[in-house]
């Protein structure tokens, strides 16, 4: 019985931390304003910068180095892990920018269609097999965004870019297989001296926004290391604590209110053919987490049903043995 209560609680303590981490990427298009008028360049360097001091002290109070050695002598996983951190260095540059500059409600739809993407990308790149309902929620997927290419007169170049660059990013920490707080570390590890020369050279020239409008200022743009680690630590927090199911459900909470902001905080307009793309959009979602619910019931009862099986195969086999034991015991 304790054992059943501890496990309920590890797995609410799981969806508090996934609500917080899902929760603070969501709201943080109210932060990237607060740190203008630096550029998004600069704003960038310094999340890479700042992230890796952060990281680094939370390695040092939970003592856990011994991977550094071990990821050293690796240099195919040094290789992903560079290209991880040149994707991901794409991603929140173009967030930053795309946030600053108007475009919150575009930027959430590249979220909202990251899970199609990274379904395309298991399908082309892994050779994964996708069932029907998947198909079809690629399929209303692609058809969004050719509603959205013609609503904004191109196609949405920005949702793409965020949708593809994080999803390439989730394949390569896929292949790296290293916690959270590692990969985050090794990644800013490696952004750290071009993010770092890049602001010397920026402050060398007089065109740094860092310490040229005040203390609160400053802070803030140190501020961004919090801003990128802590959501991470949340996330590595609810990844041990709750099925993937439920994570899955959870990873939609951050575009819901990235659009929300988008439209009721950031006034942003939204066209009929805009409603349209994102109600296609929706639509897929919908299919693929309906699709993804009915398979892991089903894995459930599969499961449940060979459990029973082996207890009863077991139980079976026990009577047999108590049976052929009785005449052994009768002649004796």
Same mark, same amino acid.
């Given at each position: 019985?304790?054992?059943?209560?501890?496990?309920? *609680?590890?797995?609410?303590?799981?969806?508090? +931390?996934?609500?917080?981490? +899902?929760?603070?990427?969501?709201?943080? =298009?109210?932060?990237?304003?607060?740190?203008? =008028?630096?550029?998004?360049?600069?704003?960038?360097?310094?999340?890479?910068?700042?992230?890796?001091?952060?990281?680094?002290? !939370?390695?040092?109070?939970?003592?856990?180095?011994?991977?550094?050695? *071990?990821?050293?002598? @690796?240099?195919?996983?040094?290789?992903?892990?560079?290209?991880? $951190?040149?994707?991901?260095?794409?991603?929140?540059?173009?967030?930053?920018?795309?946030?600053?500059?108007?475009?919150?409600?575009? $930027?959430?739809?590249?979220?909202?269609?990251?899970?199609?993407?990274?379904?395309?990308?298991?399908?082309?790149?892994?050779?994964?097999?996708?069932?029907?309902? @998947?198909?079809?929620?690629?399929?209303?997927?692609? /058809?969004?965004?050719?509603?959205?290419?013609?609503? +904004?007169?191109? =196609?949405?170049?920005?949702?793409?870019?965020?949708?593809?660059?994080?999803?390439?990013?989730?394949?390569?920490?896929?292949?790296?297989?290293?916690?959270?707080?590692?990969?985050?570390?090794?990644?800013?590890?490696?952004?750290?001296?071009?993010?770092?020369?890049?602001?010397?050279?920026?402050?060398?020239?007089?065109?740094?926004?860092?310490?040229?409008?005040?203390?609160?200022? !400053?802070?803030?743009?140190?501020?961004?290391?919090?801003?990128?680690?802590?959501?991470?630590?949340?996330?590595?927090?609810?990844?041990?604590?709750?099925?993937?199911?439920?994570?899955?459900?959870? @990873?939609?909470? /951050?575009?819901?209110? @990235?659009?929300?902001?988008?439209?009721? +905080?950031?006034?942003?307009?939204? =066209?009929?053919?805009?409603?349209?793309?994102?109600?296609?959009?929706?639509?897929?979602? #919908?299919?693929? #987490?309906? *699709?993804?619910?009915?398979?892991?019931?089903?894995?459930?009862?599969?499961?449940?049903?060979? $459990?029973?099986?082996?207890?009863?195969?077991?139980?079976?086999?026990? #009577?047999? *043995?108590?049976?052929?034991?009785?005449?052994?015991?009768?002649?004796?």
């Amino acid at each position: 019985m304790s054992m059943s209560l501890e496990t309920k *609680d590890e797995q609410r303590a799981g969806l508090l +931390y996934g609500i917080g981490a +899902y929760g603070m990427w969501g709201l943080v =298009p109210l932060f990237w304003p607060l740190l203008k =008028p630096a550029g998004a360049i600069e704003i960038l360097a310094h999340r890479m910068v700042w992230s890796l001091a952060v990281v680094g002290l !939370a390695l040092l109070a939970v003592r856990r180095w011994g991977w550094v050695r *071990d990821l050293l002598r @690796q240099p195919r996983k040094l290789g992903l892990i560079a290209v991880a $951190a040149a994707v991901i260095s794409v991603n929140w540059g173009l967030y930053i920018w795309s946030v600053n500059s108007g475009h919150v409600v575009e $930027a959430s739809l590249g979220y909202f269609i990251n899970p199609l993407v990274t379904i395309a990308m298991g399908v082309l790149l892994l050779g994964e097999r996708m069932r029907p309902a @998947q198909w079809a929620a690629v399929g209303v997927g692609a /058809a969004a965004v050719v509603v959205l290419a013609v609503g +904004y007169g191109q =196609p949405p170049w920005i949702s793409l870019v965020l949708a593809f660059s994080f999803a390439t990013y989730g394949l390569l920490k896929k292949k790296v297989n290293l916690g959270g707080l590692e990969s985050l570390a090794a990644e800013t590890a490696i952004q750290f001296l071009p993010a770092l020369g890049y602001l010397v050279w920026l402050g060398a020239s007089g065109g740094a926004a860092f310490g040229a409008h005040g203390a609160g200022h !400053a802070a803030l743009l140190a501020a961004t290391g919090v801003v990128t680690a802590v959501p991470l630590v949340c996330f590595g927090a609810a990844a041990i604590r709750v099925p993937l199911s439920v994570l899955g459900l959870l @990873q939609y909470l /951050a575009p819901v209110f @990235q659009f929300v902001l988008g439209i009721v +905080y950031f006034h942003e307009e939204m =066209p009929v053919e805009r409603w349209a793309g994102f109600g296609l959009v929706w639509l897929a979602l #919908t299919v693929l #987490t309906w *699709d993804a619910a009915r398979t892991a019931r089903g894995a459930a009862v599969e499961r449940n049903a060979a $459990a029973r099986a082996l207890a009863a195969a077991a139980a079976a086999e026990a #009577t047999a *043995d108590v049976e052929a034991a009785r005449p052994a015991r009768a002649g004796r």
